[in-house]
């Protein structure tokens, strides 16, 4: 368990993807947000693009402060030994961060149609928390509910390859990335489809 709580952790700690949310919402409201859209460039993959140099930042202060609290706490860390299950985990990671900074690039993108999206990052932050198994293992959850969560992506963001890195649920693994991965280009038509009907709604000048 303090197992799955160190790795949970800090794939939770590497996640910073929210801070893409917020500055779209914050340009699109004070009339700044035509630099990225007269400038010839992806501008999805610009924000990607950021995120990716955040965690590579922070990624490897995460990981010496968890090894700090292993050894400082002397815990028995639980790692797998299995390599299909560390390279299927590792994907996922991936693949996670991608979702979710896929996730809270539509979100931003919903400025555009609503103005004010505090109220849906606030109900994104605490119920991606707990659908995570941030909080919770997933394991802990009624069964019924568990196998209804493997349909949705938060599942395989950080409690997966929590429970993978453990040793646990190896015979998820291969399943797991093939339905994130797929879930990452359906957040891809989403996220192209949702800018070109919205686009026109901006007018660059600020509310």
């Known amino acids: 368990m303090l197992s799955y709580y160190i790795i949970s952790s800090f794939l939770a700690q590497i996640e910073l993807s929210g801070g893409i949310s917020d500055e779209i919402s914050v340009r699109i409201r004070n009339g700044t947000f035509s ?7 992806n501008m999805e993959g610009y924000f990607l693009a950021m995120e990716a140099g955040v965690v590579s930042f922070h990624i490897l202060f995460d990981l010496l402060a968890a090894g700090i609290w292993v050894a400082l706490f002397r815990i028995n860390f639980v790692f797998a030994a ?63 509910l568990t196998a209804f969560m493997r349909f949705f992506p938060f599942y395989y963001v950080t409690y997966l390859p929590s429970m993978l890195l453990t040793g646990r649920c190896g015979e998820e693994a291969v399943r797991g990335v093939i339905l994130l991965a797929a879930w990452c280009i359906f957040m891809e038509f989403i996220n192209r489809w949702t800018y070109q009907k919205y686009r026109l709604k901006y007018d660059g000048v600020g509310i």
């Not at 693949?95 to 979710?100: D, V």
């Open 82 to 144: 299995d390599a299909v299950s560390i390279v299927c985990a590792l994907m996922l990671i991936f693949l996670g961060l991608l979702f979710m900074a896929q996730l809270n690039y539509y979100l931003g993108l919903l400025t555009l149609r609503y103005e004010e999206i505090s109220t849906f990052l606030m109900i994104k932050d605490n119920l991606v928390s707990l659908v995570t198994g941030t909080i919770i293992p997933l394991a802990l959850l009624p069964e019924g």
């Open 35 to 41: 630099k990225y859209m007269v400038l010839p460039m």
